[in-house]
Structure formats: C-alpha cells, structure tokens
C-alpha cells in the first residue's frame, strides 16, 4: 500500500490546516489509519488514530483541537487540526494498519508532509 499525504504548510498561530491522506489499495477500509508526527530532534508520537469502524483516538496534546475522519469510498485519511500552536509544528505522517495490529516499522506508511507554526 502507498499513501501519499498533502494539505501541508505554513500559517500562524490559531489558524487552521486540513490535512489528507489517500491511499493506492482500496483493502485499507479494511484496517485502522492513523496520524503521527515528529518535530526535529524528537522522536514520532501518535496523533491520533481511527479504526476500521469509527472509533478515533487522540493524543492528550491535540484532544478538541484536531479531527481525524476518513473516508473508504476514497480509501482516504483526513486530520482536520484548529486553533494550531507553534508546539504543532513537525512532519506529519499518514499510517496504515490492518485490524488488530499496532503501528510499527512494517506498517505503510507516506512520505510525510511538512506543518509549520508561526507565534
């Protein structure tokens, strides 16, 4: 499975940025889809997950500020992110998963797409 990510970018504090996520195999509405992210010098943290039924997770850090969604008619990932804070800043990356399983190094994962806060 490919993923591609885009909707990356530059804005201000308290703006907002649509993040999407489509994938090149349709099996992944079979699975769970996630968003992580890795700022320079730290390592990738989770930001939130969604699995093959609905149910969404998030990190404590972005909980009421960011939206995950998707979409298995498009075999599509969505992270609406409000309000952002310079914290946000890093490399966002889209992951897939099959059911039951955690995200490691053997899931698929995109090429990441690069989300810059300005104070």
């Known amino acids: 499975v490919e993923l591609k990510e885009s909707g990356g970018g530059s804005v201000q504090s308290g703006a907002s940025l649509r993040l999407s996520c489509t994938a090149s195999d349709r099996t992944v509405r079979f699975g769970n889809l996630g968003w992580f992210r890795q700022a320079p010098g730290a390592v990738r943290e989770m930001v939130a997950t969604?699995?093959?039924?609905?149910?969404?997770n998030y990190a404590n850090s972005v909980e009421g500020r960011f939206t995950i969604s998707r979409d298995d008619a498009k075999s599509a990932v969505y992270l609406q992110m409000d309000r952002l804070q310079p914290e946000d800043t890093a490399v966002y990356y889209c992951?897939?998963?099959?059911?039951?399983?955690?995200?490691?190094?053997?899931?698929?994962w995109g090429q990441g797409t690069q989300v810059t806060v300005y104070a």
């Open positions: 992951a897939a998963t099959p059911a039951g399983n955690g995200y490691t190094s053997n899931s698929a």
């Open positions: 969604i699995t093959w039924n609905g149910n969404a």
